[in-house]
């Protein structure tokens, strides 16, 4: 087990537990914003401590730490990635999401909306064609997005794999994802993120949380990292990935290509 990982479990076993109902029920936040930091083991252990009264942990069956895969689509020059990489305000992400203990899969269409918002479209999946995008996931996208031809356009990009805890502010409504062991792969090559550090994403509907100010406090501020880009820079190193350089550099070990 990685020390990430183990700080992960050993954190979220101490916590009250949550179910699922009552997280989509108190703060499901389809529409929020993100707040994401990358912290070692000791900080994490650090917040825990400073927010267990205050937090609840997602337990499904005795079951707190849940491994996930997502899909990611995207066109064959990679307009989504390239958005990003350009802090476009008008910029998407399509995926599904599987959760891999459960056997149950979605496809997620995530825009960008107003004052830093993310807004999230789900619709149950079929597990099986997680891989690729069928007639009606087209439509639903197309239509979500307002272009059907781009829609028939995205190819699968990049999927990533890792173990995340959930927890959860009832008094707030605002949640924590916790994320560790991250793997990124397409179809000739993987990569694998840090195993020494928790990528957490505190999302709330506007306002800093308790989370995000003790972790300012700790001296950690919001860094500027999405798995999905992340994972393509790492795999595609021509890429230009100037926004997330410095992370990309400092945490996981990365250099441009430099015939680019």
């Known amino acids: 087990m990685t020390p990430a990982r183990q700080a992960l479990s050993v954190g979220c076993a101490g916590l009250p537990a949550t179910s699922l109902e009552h997280i989509i029920a108190t703060a499901d936040l389809q529409t929020r914003v993100d707040r994401k930091y990358l912290v070692p083991p000791a900080v994490f252990a ?10 609840k942990v997602l337990d499904i069956d005795g079951r707190r730490l849940f491994e996930y895969e997502s899909v990611y689509f995207d066109t064959p020059e990679l307009l989504a990635y390239h958005q990003h990489v350009g802090g476009r305000r008008r910029r ?24 830093d918002e993310t807004v999230k479209d789900r619709h149950p999946y079929q597990l099986d064609e997680r891989y690729g995008l069928n007639p009606w996931a087209r439509e639903v996208v197309g239509g979500r997005l307002g272009d059907s031809a781009l829609a028939q356009r995205l190819e699968l990009s990049l999927v990533s794999r890792y173990h995340r805890a959930t927890l959860v502010e ?20 993987r990569r694998s993120g840090p195993d020494d550090l928790v990528l957490i994403e505190s999302k709330t509907t506007g306002a800093a949380s308790l989370a995000d100010r003790t972790l300012w406090r700790l001296g950690h501020r919001p860094a500027t990292v999405t798995k999905y880009c992340v994972g393509l820079a790492l795999l595609h190193p021509q890429l230009r990935a100037n926004r997330w350089n410095r992370t990309l550099r400092g945490t996981f070990g990365w250099s441009p290509c430099r015939s680019a």
Not at 93 to 111: G, H
Not at 170 to 189: K, M, W, Y
């Open 46 to 55: 650090h917040l825990l401590a400073r927010l267990d009264s205050r937090m």
């Open 92 to 115: 998407f992400k399509v995926r599904t999401r599987t959760y891999v203990d459960s056997a149950q899969s979605m496809l997620e269409v995530k825009t960008a909306g107003g004052r």
């Open 170 to 189: 009832p008094a707030t409504g605002s949640r924590l994802t916790c994320d560790v062991d991250l793997d990124f792969e397409n179809h000739r090559e």
